[in-house]
């Protein structure tokens, strides 16, 4: 990793300060005696942007873990969760939850498929049967009963 | 209401069978959860935050409240037997317990852990009781430059007590400040930072930012880590103490109630702190104190109370001034909001089904645990054959779901999922979430405060000094932070690590006592000034081995 790389982390909250400072003096700041709806974001932006600055300098590099090749699982765990929410929106929770206890028992737990497949399958209907038939939340039309 | 009237009332609330059942499972789950490494009661409550929807306030924060206390008492069984704290209040546990553990004596270790917890707790929640109205009773009397006063404050000693780096956690405070004023201004009705996204007008949802920061956020940091198969050897037997353990440990669980439950109230403190200050001092009152790190009881007994005693104690400032005192309260203080109750100095009147039946049911969780845990011990150790894989596949399930449940909208999903990975950066970085979260939850509150005061005063800002009240608290901040910038440049010019953390823990492991030593004091408890031993605390000792981090963020 190139030895200012860490420096990118401050460098993001600092532009989120001045993004978020200029935003709220579009709000209108009005003045103390009258606050306006921007003058509070405006000032928690600007101690934000401020820290940031600090430690855009001072910041130790030591607390910078590195990317591992576990990174890019936790990255593929990630992209299996946003297709969860996707299909959950399209066609209900039982098959992207399978599908999503199926990514995750076999590539972060290594579980054997003779274990994460009834596994899957029990932990999503288990899960149906919680949240759906006992606590009443309403999910989305579910294809495989049929919705 | 008198205290006896209260209390009355509480056990009936306390004593009613649903929440029996909910304390009881609140104790069950906290204590599964601090066996198993990798989810913390942090994690556990958020990821738990949209179930308390379904339920009865009171009943709500009954069962959150057992998860903490409970996972004080889990944190323990780890500790002792593997020599790898399930949650980070219980890491001075290891220096001694896991030693007993090793001298045949592991039954004992955790005998006296959960007697000492039990004693804890309910010292605490004696001190609660006796503690909690009067203090209610003089924050009504409180204006908004008070509390201006008090919420700055409690976001200021979050950061700079409980944290590695002050700036940085400051920084996270803004973030957190910034965050909470998304959505419509309550007083002007003007759309902040929305972007116009209908979904935003309300603000973020605070269950979808927590259950993001710190449950997804925490389980996938704690996927990367390398993930080792746990074996257990030692063979527990005799659970209960002899009449000798708790001839030399009745003392250490004293001092260790006093100093949990003190240490609990102030915010920024909680089970990690005062553990670390119980084993401190019950070192240096030791007549041999290198017995310690050796198997000494009192190093188990001292720390396990603390930390319990603490866990109860940091309700008193959520219930009686609305302020949270570490993250876990400030996610209870969420779960209270979700169902439409403000906690503060109202509290006690308004909801005296809320206050006291959480207070008796305390009472009852501890019991629970005390008779959970001495016969049970062997049956939770075996949860560690549970991998963090397959926990972590669940949990994020749960999460999944549970977030959609609270407002039926697919939006929130997208919020844990991008906070979680907000969350996930930001622990790579060392950048903590709790301040964050903290900030979030107070924002508005602070914000509400502050416009009113200004409004009050008319734009000076001599009101929040010269009232008496605020003034004094404004003077405390100002001395907290003068004097941790000057200890903090001190410490780095001699060239000593900065985390406060490192240092702390550094000064309470045990080992070879070197006469002499510079030891600078530690910040956290008057009495560490002259501690006397420093060492290098061994990779093991510091983070366990395993895939529990030290982690300041987690009381």
């Given at each position: 990793m190139s030895r200012h790389l860490f420096r990118l982390a401050p460098l993001v909250l600092l532009l989120l300060g001045i993004a978020a400072m200029l935003m709220a003096r579009d709000l209108t700041l009005g003045e103390f005696r009258s606050p306006g709806p921007g003058l509070w974001p405006f000032l928690c932006a600007t101690l934000l942007a401020l820290t940031a600055l600090v430690l855009l300098v001072v910041d130790d590099p030591e607390d910078y873990e590195p990317w591992t090749r576990g990174t890019v699982g936790i990255g593929l765990g990630l992209v299996s969760l946003a297709v969860f929410i996707v299909l959950f929106q399209e066609i209900g929770f039982l098959v992207p939850a399978v599908l999503m206890l199926l990514v995750w028992l076999r590539l972060f737990a290594r579980e054997p498929w003779r274990w994460a497949l009834p596994l899957a399958v029990i932990g999503a209907v288990v899960f149906h049967l919680v949240f759906v038939e006992a606590l009443g939340v309403p999910f989305p039309d579910d294809i495989v009963l049929g919705g | 209401m008198g205290i006896l009237d209260g209390l009355g009332e509480g056990f009936s609330v306390a004593l009613d069978p649903i929440n029996i059942l909910y304390v009881f499972l609140g104790v069950l789950i906290g204590t599964v959860i601090g066996v198993l490494p990798g989810l913390g009661p942090t994690a556990t409550i958020a990821l738990l935050l949209p179930l308390t929807y379904e339920i009865e306030p009171a009943t709500a924060v009954i069962m959150l409240a057992g998860i903490y206390y409970g996972s004080m008492y889990g944190g323990t069984i780890t500790s002792v037997l593997?020599?790898?704290?399930?949650?980070?209040?219980?890491?001075?546990?290891?220096?001694?317990g896991h030693q007993m553990a090793m001298q045949g004596r592991a039954g004992p270790a955790l005998g006296i852990a959960a007697v000492g917890s039990f004693i804890g707790g309910t010292v605490s929640v004696i001190g609660l009781i006796l503690l909690a109205p009067p203090l209610a009773d003089l924050a009504v009397e409180f204006g908004p430059p008070e509390y201006v006063a008090l919420t700055a404050f409690g976001i200021l000693l979050v950061t700079y007590l409980?944290?590695?780096h002050p700036v940085k956690a400051l920084c996270m405070a803004a973030l957190g400040l910034l965050l909470a004023?998304?959505?419509?201004?309550?007083?002007?009705?003007t759309t902040r930072f929305t972007f116009d996204q209908v979904e935003l007008f309300d603000g973020l949802d605070f269950v979808a930012v927590a259950m993001g920061l710190f449950g997804v956020g925490e389980i996938l940091y704690n996927l990367e880590q390398t993930e080792k198969a746990e074996q257990i050897k030692t063979r527990i037997k005799n659970i209960w103490p002899s009449r000798r353990d708790f001839r030399d440990s009745s003392g250490a669980i004293g001092r260790g109630s006093v100093l949990g439950f003190v240490l609990g109230v102030?915010?920024?403190?909680?089970?990690v702190i005062s553990s670390l200050a119980s084993y401190a001092l019950e070192k240096r009152r030791a007549k041999d104190p290198t017995r310690f790190g050796k198997g000494a009881i009192e190093g188990v007994a001292g720390p396990e109370t603390a930390n319990n005693a603490s866990s109860t104690s940091a309700f008193v400032p959520l219930l009686t001034?609305?302020?949270?005192?570490?993250v876990v309260l400030a996610l209870i203080y969420g779960a209270l909001l979700i169902q439409g109750i403000t906690p503060g100095p109202q509290l006690i009147d308004q909801n005296p089904d809320i206050f006291w039946g959480v207070i008796a049911s305390m009472f009852i969780g501890n019991l629970m645990l005390l008779a959970l845990n001495v016969p049970l011990v062997g049956v939770f150790v075996?949860?560690?054959?549970?991998?963090a894989g397959i926990l972590a596949a669940f949990a994020l399930l749960i999460t999944m779901a549970g977030v959609f449940s609270v407002n039926n909208d697919p939006f929130d999903m997208w919020v844990v999922l991008v906070f979680g990975v907000v969350g996930w950066l930001m622990k790579k970085t060392g950048f903590e979430p709790g301040p964050l979260v903290l900030a979030f939850v107070l924002g508005s509150i602070l914000e509400r405060a502050f416009r009113q005061s200004m409004l009050l005063s008319g734009g000076e800002f001599d009101i929040f000094i010269t009232r008496p009240l605020s003034g004094t608290i404004f003077a405390l901040m100002a001395a907290v932070v003068i004097y941790s910038t000057v200890r903090g440049i001190r410490r780095q010019r001699r060239g000593r690590p900065a985390a406060l953390y490192a240092d702390q823990l550094e000064s309470a492991a045990p080992g070879q006592d070197t006469p002499g030593a510079e030891s600078e004091g530690t910040s956290w408890t008057p009495e560490s000034d002259h501690d006397d031993a420093t060492r290098e605390v061994g990779p093991g000792e510091r983070d366990g081995g395993g895939s529990t981090r030290v982690d300041i963020d987690r009381p």
């Amino acid at each position: 990793m190139s030895r200012h790389l860490f420096r990118l982390a401050p460098l993001v909250l600092l532009l989120l300060g001045i993004a978020a400072m200029l935003m709220a003096r579009d709000l209108t700041l009005g003045e103390f005696r009258s606050p306006g709806p921007g003058l509070w974001p405006f000032l928690c932006a600007t101690l934000l942007a401020l820290t940031a600055l600090v430690l855009l300098v001072v910041d130790d590099p030591e607390d910078y873990e590195p990317w591992t090749r576990g990174t890019v699982g936790i990255g593929l765990g990630l992209v299996s969760l946003a297709v969860f929410i996707v299909l959950f929106q399209e066609i209900g929770f039982l098959v992207p939850a399978v599908l999503m206890l199926l990514v995750w028992l076999r590539l972060f737990a290594r579980e054997p498929w003779r274990w994460a497949l009834p596994l899957a399958v029990i932990g999503a209907v288990v899960f149906h049967l919680v949240f759906v038939e006992a606590l009443g939340v309403p999910f989305p039309d579910d294809i495989v009963l049929g919705g | 209401m008198g205290i006896l009237d209260g209390l009355g009332e509480g056990f009936s609330v306390a004593l009613d069978p649903i929440n029996i059942l909910y304390v009881f499972l609140g104790v069950l789950i906290g204590t599964v959860i601090g066996v198993l490494p990798g989810l913390g009661p942090t994690a556990t409550i958020a990821l738990l935050l949209p179930l308390t929807y379904e339920i009865e306030p009171a009943t709500a924060v009954i069962m959150l409240a057992g998860i903490y206390y409970g996972s004080m008492y889990g944190g323990t069984i780890t500790s002792v037997l593997l020599r790898l704290p399930g949650e980070a209040a219980s890491v001075v546990t290891v220096f001694d317990g896991h030693q007993m553990a090793m001298q045949g004596r592991a039954g004992p270790a955790l005998g006296i852990a959960a007697v000492g917890s039990f004693i804890g707790g309910t010292v605490s929640v004696i001190g609660l009781i006796l503690l909690a109205p009067p203090l209610a009773d003089l924050a009504v009397e409180f204006g908004p430059p008070e509390y201006v006063a008090l919420t700055a404050f409690g976001i200021l000693l979050v950061t700079y007590l409980g944290t590695k780096h002050p700036v940085k956690a400051l920084c996270m405070a803004a973030l957190g400040l910034l965050l909470a004023t998304i959505g419509q201004d309550a007083i002007t009705g003007t759309t902040r930072f929305t972007f116009d996204q209908v979904e935003l007008f309300d603000g973020l949802d605070f269950v979808a930012v927590a259950m993001g920061l710190f449950g997804v956020g925490e389980i996938l940091y704690n996927l990367e880590q390398t993930e080792k198969a746990e074996q257990i050897k030692t063979r527990i037997k005799n659970i209960w103490p002899s009449r000798r353990d708790f001839r030399d440990s009745s003392g250490a669980i004293g001092r260790g109630s006093v100093l949990g439950f003190v240490l609990g109230v102030l915010p920024g403190g909680g089970g990690v702190i005062s553990s670390l200050a119980s084993y401190a001092l019950e070192k240096r009152r030791a007549k041999d104190p290198t017995r310690f790190g050796k198997g000494a009881i009192e190093g188990v007994a001292g720390p396990e109370t603390a930390n319990n005693a603490s866990s109860t104690s940091a309700f008193v400032p959520l219930l009686t001034l609305g302020i949270p005192a570490n993250v876990v309260l400030a996610l209870i203080y969420g779960a209270l909001l979700i169902q439409g109750i403000t906690p503060g100095p109202q509290l006690i009147d308004q909801n005296p089904d809320i206050f006291w039946g959480v207070i008796a049911s305390m009472f009852i969780g501890n019991l629970m645990l005390l008779a959970l845990n001495v016969p049970l011990v062997g049956v939770f150790v075996q949860l560690l054959r549970v991998r963090a894989g397959i926990l972590a596949a669940f949990a994020l399930l749960i999460t999944m779901a549970g977030v959609f449940s609270v407002n039926n909208d697919p939006f929130d999903m997208w919020v844990v999922l991008v906070f979680g990975v907000v969350g996930w950066l930001m622990k790579k970085t060392g950048f903590e979430p709790g301040p964050l979260v903290l900030a979030f939850v107070l924002g508005s509150i602070l914000e509400r405060a502050f416009r009113q005061s200004m409004l009050l005063s008319g734009g000076e800002f001599d009101i929040f000094i010269t009232r008496p009240l605020s003034g004094t608290i404004f003077a405390l901040m100002a001395a907290v932070v003068i004097y941790s910038t000057v200890r903090g440049i001190r410490r780095q010019r001699r060239g000593r690590p900065a985390a406060l953390y490192a240092d702390q823990l550094e000064s309470a492991a045990p080992g070879q006592d070197t006469p002499g030593a510079e030891s600078e004091g530690t910040s956290w408890t008057p009495e560490s000034d002259h501690d006397d031993a420093t060492r290098e605390v061994g990779p093991g000792e510091r983070d366990g081995g395993g895939s529990t981090r030290v982690d300041i963020d987690r009381p």
